[in-house]
């Protein structure tokens, strides 16, 4: 990681950015799962809830980010091209491995041991970041615009003949353990080296799944170079709206046949929250561009300055939280959890307002970056 300063940047973007860090961290960070509102649950498996946006739309903000970035590979040499996008690649990944063997220790009969390798998790959020920008950034450099859209395509229909056609034999091609992702992650990885979070190794961003992600992060790019040229105009913002009115069409249409599936990441799935990602955005360029109402922008764009390191301060120290015990069988965020928010506000409430805190700890982290300038760049 490198330090930066601020440089000239788009305030929808930044917003956009910060939004979904902000809830990012609000969902996966609830003081109970047992109490917690079921917008701010994921689908138990087919269907759609809020969210099920949230990471979906972390990718469209890279792609969007990439955009004006990868303006800059202009001027360099191929090979420094090259370099910088597999070393943000691969460090993004090692980040996202790394946190999740974090933190590297647990006790065991009083004592504390290492985390064996042999146990931690291959695959994960950044992890599926950093590989869908690698591959999105190289096709992308290399590739016409034309070539592009054919391999979004064919990374859509691709997915959806692989599930359809090599599933478990005997088993729902759509179902947790019958898919064809299930099959080659437990070839490619093991059952130790996936996610057990559904109380199986089950990975829900695992290496098939990975590739209709990738869409995501292209149409993120797309999106940002459309509004580079006319998207800060009334008839680019239509054109905006009718995209992605037309591909939540689209999307609803193929869940028919292909269900919309957070943890599968189908392809409808995909349709989905680009489209949902294009209205989006629209309306905070309208409200921002064009009506320069930006009252409580600053709040969100403490977030969208340095996405990836208050995302990533977000998991580790959740993670110390819960390896830190505080007696009677409890780690110290459920102790915090119990003792203040639940004896105040007993239920959903209570697990909301602990998240929230938790989420204002973190813009703590991220104001104090902003004040002092730094930006953190992978």
């Given amino acids: 990681m490198t330090q930066n300063t601020a440089s000239s940047r788009s305030l929808a973007l930044d917003i956009f950015r910060g939004m979904t860090v902000c809830?990012?961290?609000?969902?996966?960070?609830?003081?109970?799962?047992?109490?917690?509102?079921?917008?701010?649950?994921?689908a138990a498996w087919h269907g759609f809830t809020p969210t099920d946006l949230v990471f979906p739309s972390f990718l469209f903000a890279v792609g969007n980010a990439m955009s004006f970035a990868m303006k800059k590979f202009?001027?360099?040499?191929?090979?420094?091209?090259?370099?910088?996008?597999?070393?943000?690649?691969?460090?993004?990944?090692?980040?996202?491995?790394?946190?999740?063997?974090?933190?590297?220790?647990?006790?065991?009969n009083g004592h504390w041991v290492g985390n064996s390798f042999s146990y931690t998790r291959v695959f994960g959020v950044l992890q599926r970041i950093g590989l869908c920008y690698g591959i999105a950034a190289l096709l992308i450099y290399y590739t016409s615009p034309r070539t592009v859209y054919t391999a979004v395509w064919i990374l859509l229909i691709g997915y959806w003949a692989a599930l359809l056609f090599f599933p478990v034999p005997g088993a729902d091609p759509y179902s947790m353990?019958?898919?064809?992702?299930?099959?080659?992650?437990?070839?490619?990885?093991?059952?130790?080296h996936m996610y057990h979070g559904e109380g199986l190794a089950f990975d829900p961003e695992g290496a098939l799944s990975t590739l209709p992600a990738i869409v995501n992060v292209i149409a993120g790019y797309y999106t940002g170079v459309f509004i580079s040229r006319k998207g800060k105009t009334y008839e680019g913002l239509t054109q905006l709206l009718l995209w992605g009115a037309a591909l939540i069409a689209v999307?609803?249409?193929?869940?028919?046949?292909?269900?919309?599936?957070?943890?599968?990441?189908?392809?409808?799935?995909?349709?989905?929250?680009?489209?949902?990602?294009?209205?989006?955005?629209?309306?905070?360029?309208?409200?921002?561009?064009?009506?320069?109402?930006?009252?409580?922008?600053?709040?969100?764009?403490?977030?969208?300055?340095?996405?990836?390191?208050?995302?990533?301060?977000?998991?580790?120290?959740?993670?110390?939280?819960?390896?830190i015990p505080?007696?009677?069988?409890?780690?110290?965020?459920?102790?915090?959890?119990?003792?203040?928010?639940?004896?105040?506000?007993?239920?959903?409430?209570?697990s909301l307002l602990f998240a929230l805190v938790y989420m204002m700890?973190?813009?703590t982290?991220?104001?104090?970056l902003d004040m002092k300038k730094i930006y953190i760049r992978v």
């Fill in 74 to 108: 202009e001027t360099m040499s191929q090979a420094a091209v090259l370099g910088k996008i597999f070393k943000r690649t691969l460090i993004i990944f090692l980040l996202g491995f790394l946190m999740y063997w974090f933190p590297f220790v647990h006790q065991e």
């Fill in 251 to 323: 999307a609803c249409a193929w869940n028919l046949v292909f269900p919309i599936n957070k943890k599968l990441w189908t392809s409808s799935f995909v349709l989905l929250t680009v489209g949902l990602d294009l209205i989006i955005l629209s309306f905070l360029i309208y409200f921002v561009e064009f009506r320069q109402q930006t009252r409580g922008a600053s709040f969100f764009t403490v977030f969208g300055k340095n996405p990836l390191f208050v995302y990533l301060v977000s998991e580790l120290l959740i993670v110390v939280l819960f390896t």
């Fill in 177 to 192: 353990t019958g898919n064809a992702g299930y099959r080659i992650d437990k070839w490619l990885l093991g059952e130790n």
């Fill in 361 to 363: 700890v973190c813009w």
């Fill in 23 to 42: 809830f990012m961290i609000i969902v996966n960070t609830p003081g109970s799962e047992t109490f917690t509102y079921s917008p701010l649950r994921h």
């Fill in 326 to 350: 505080a007696g009677n069988g409890e780690n110290s965020a459920e102790w915090i959890n119990r003792t203040v928010f639940q004896a105040v506000f007993p239920g959903p409430f209570g």
């Fill in 365 to 368: 982290v991220g104001k104090i």
